[in-house]
């Protein structure tokens, strides 16, 4: 079974500051990995993903995370929040092939201060 | 990307009364579909795996003569909330998956469901 832990309900940074969601996944099988963001009454957006290879990952609007299989993470970063970026994070593991739905966290309300 | 459009973005119904919610994959031909439950400040629920051409597949706990999942084409799965109650009341989005092993999920704008 595949199971996703973020850490973290809701994060506050100001304008400009360091953005870090964390992200926590068990699998039995090497993970697919997913981070999406939701506006408002929106659906999801995928932000990156991660698959082989490179296990430091760059998606859309900055930001970036990194595989770490030694600890179990896939933490989302991006060196200076936005106002825009104030929305609510999943992050999410793939089961079994494009059949499988995707396994989602509780997900993270990121608000950025002006 | 590829694109899945849901309709409509929002419903406003009566008790006892039922909603259709319509999950479009407008650029790529989708053989599952995943119908999800987001409740307020909650993360995303699954409800059920749309098949095309079969029975769709439920989650534990969720009724399936209440939520009625009709996948009848490789672009198009439609929701039906049957008797709705306003306990049903809700954001429901669906997603499919582009063929491929490590694909991501794409989404619809989701729907807004109200039930009065």
């Known amino acids: 079974a595949q199971s996703v832990t973020q850490l973290g309900s809701h994060v506050s940074v100001s304008e400009g500051a360091l953005v870090l969601l964390r992200c926590n996944y068990s699998?039995?099988?090497?993970?697919?990995l997913f981070w999406y963001v939701q506006y408002p009454n929106q659906g999801l957006q995928l932000l990156l993903k991660y698959t082989t290879g490179a296990t430091l990952v760059k998606g859309i609007n900055g930001f970036e995370a990194e595989f770490k299989k030694s600890e179990t993470s896939f933490h989302l970063t991006k060196p200076s929040a936005h106002m825009s970026d104030a929305a609510e994070y999943f992050c999410a593991v793939g089961q079994g092939g494009s059949q499988g739905n995707l396994i989602f966290g509780k997900g993270t309300k990121l608000s950025v201060k002006p | 990307g590829a694109v899945v459009s849901q309709h409509p973005s929002r419903v406003i119904c009566k008790s006892g009364t039922s909603v259709k919610i319509e999950c479009r994959s407008l650029?790529?031909?989708?053989?599952?579909m995943f119908w999800y439950r987001q409740f307020p400040k909650k993360s995303l629920m699954l409800m059920a795996t749309?098949?095309?051409?079969?029975?769709?597949?439920?989650e534990q706990g969720v009724e399936k003569d209440k939520f009625l999942i009709n996948h009848a084409s490789l672009t198009l799965s439609t929701l039906t909330v049957t008797s709705a109650h306003p306990e049903d009341s809700s954001f429901y989005i669906c997603s499919a998956r582009v063929t491929g092993v490590d694909a991501e999920a794409f989404f619809g704008q989701g729907t807004r469901l109200t039930v009065v």
């Open positions: 699998s039995s099988v090497p993970p697919y």
């Open positions: 749309s098949n095309e051409g079969s029975k769709a597949t439920y």
């Open positions: 650029d790529f031909q989708a053989t599952t």
